[in-house]
């Protein structure tokens, strides 16, 4: 997230209540990355639906003939969409395809001076990537320490 929000970003992780979802905001707190964000949830794909506007079905849906399909080098299982904007927000989602109906929703926004140096789809499609096999359940969640219990079957 740094080469997006800087090195000293504002971070706000947090387990949303009664849903099996997570979320993180960043944001970027210095004058040289004013206005950048990032922000991650991932969690139950019908959660996720709840909480941000429903990338995975409906008419919002990323995984329709509005969005722009994406793969994931060595990855068999899932599919990814992102949209298609060409603008400096842009949202990238994929699902996991697994058991439990995961699913991972990453958000970008960049100011009009960073923007003109960065692609927020690219930068939305690498943090997919990169939070993939611990939001889709393949290896642990590094450096976490569970403040809460997770829901049951997650």
Request: aromatic share 8%; proline share 8%; hydrophobic share 30%.
């Amino acid at each position: 997230m740094s080469p997006v929000v800087g090195e000293s970003p504002k971070v706000d992780p947090k387990r949303i209540e009664k849903l099996a979802l997570f979320d993180c905001y960043t944001y970027a707190t210095d004058g040289d990355f004013a206005d950048a964000s990032m922000r991650v949830e991932w969690g139950r794909i019908h959660d996720l639906a709840s909480s941000v506007d429903g990338p995975f079905e409906g008419k919002r849906s990323l995984f329709g003939e509005d969005g722009v399909p994406f793969t994931i080098d060595g990855v068999e299982q899932g599919e990814g969409a992102r949209t298609d904007n060409s603008s400096r927000r842009d949202t990238a989602a994929w699902r996991c395809d697994d058991e439990k109906s995961r699913g991972i929703v990453v958000d970008v926004y960049l100011n009009e001076e960073h923007a003109k140096d960065r692609d927020p789809a690219v930068d939305a499609v690498n943090l997919v990537k990169t939070v993939r096999p611990w939001a889709c359940g393949e290896r642990p969640v590094p450096n976490f320490t569970p403040t809460v219990t997770p829901s049951p079957g997650y």
